[in-house]
């Protein structure tokens, strides 16, 4: 079993910068990627929004590139999302994923982030 414990959502501004944290506990062993995705406010699906892969490998969705990075530690085995230039747009709830195959993973909780002045 996995658990996965997210942080640091909440209210930002248009034009704000907000980070989110999501540490991963218990079996995590082997190659795994490490990932944010968000569902907004009337939409049934979860979004890519960013993943770092086991190797380092980032991939951004295009509407967060050059506003938003990800990064992993791989010693306390958490991934980070730090949000710049934050948009209404990016109002939703983030979810950390954590990755092994296409039937292996896990979710985190979720957190909402709202983004209004």
């Known amino acids: 079993q996995v658990q996965l414990v997210e942080s640091g959502g909440g209210l930002g501004q248009p034009g704000g910068s907000l980070r989110l944290s999501c540490a991963a506990s218990?079996?995590?062993?082997?190659?795994?990627?490490m990932g944010w995705y968000r569902q907004a406010p009337g939409k049934p699906q979860r979004d890519l929004v960013a993943?770092?892969?086991?190797?380092?490998?980032?991939n951004y969705a295009d509407s967060v590139k050059g506003r938003f990075t990800i990064s992993r530690d791989n010693v306390k085995n958490t991934v980070y999302l730090q949000m710049n230039s934050l948009k209404p747009e990016d109002t939703a709830v983030y979810y950390c994923?954590?990755?092994?195959?296409?039937?292996?993973?896990?979710w985190g909780q979720g957190t909402q982030v709202t983004v209004s002045s």
């Open positions: 994923k954590v990755t092994w195959g296409v039937y292996d993973y896990y």
């Open positions: 993943e770092v892969l086991s190797g380092g490998v980032t």
């Open positions: 218990g079996n995590m062993i082997g190659r795994f990627a």
